[in-house]
C-alpha cells in the first residue's frame, strides 16, 4: 500500500538520521517482493541488498529507483519553525 508505505518512510526521513532512512527503506522492500521490484526499479537485486545494508549508503538515484518501484516518490518540504536546524 504506497500510502503506508509514504507515512512510514516519512517519518523516518523526520528523524534526519541516514541509518533510520536506510533501515525503513530496507523493511519496506524485504516485505515486497525484491526480485519484482529490482525488475521494476531496473537494478540488480543485489544492488538492492548492498544499497539497504544496515552499514549501507546507498546513492540518491537508487533510492529514487527504489521509491519509484514502490508507488511513492521523494518531496522537498519547508521545515516548520520548530524543527529549523541551526548548524
Known amino acids: 500500500n504506497p500510502a503506508m508505505i509514504?507515512?512510514?518512510l516519512n517519518q523516518s526521513l523526520a528523524t534526519d538520521d541516514?541509518?533510520?532512512?536506510?533501515a525503513a527503506l530496507a523493511?519496506?522492500?524485504?516485505?515486497?517482493n525484491v526480485v519484482a521490484l529490482s525488475e521494476e526499479a531496473a537494478i540488480r537485486r543485489e544492488t538492492f541488498y548492498k544499497a539497504?545494508?544496515?552499514d549501507g549508503d546507498p546513492k540518491l538515484g537508487t533510492i529514487l529507483k527504489?521509491?519509484?518501484s514502490?508507488?511513492?516518490?521523494?518531496?522537498v518540504e519547508p521545515r516548520s519553525q520548530g524543527m529549523l536546524r541551526k548548524d
Open 52 to 54: 539497504l545494508r544496515k
Open 6 to 8: 509514504s507515512e512510514y
Open 66 to 68: 527504489i521509491l519509484s
Open 70 to 75: 514502490l508507488g511513492v516518490s521523494l518531496a
Open 18 to 22: 541516514l541509518s533510520s532512512v536506510v
Open 27 to 32: 523493511a519496506v522492500v524485504k516485505a515486497q
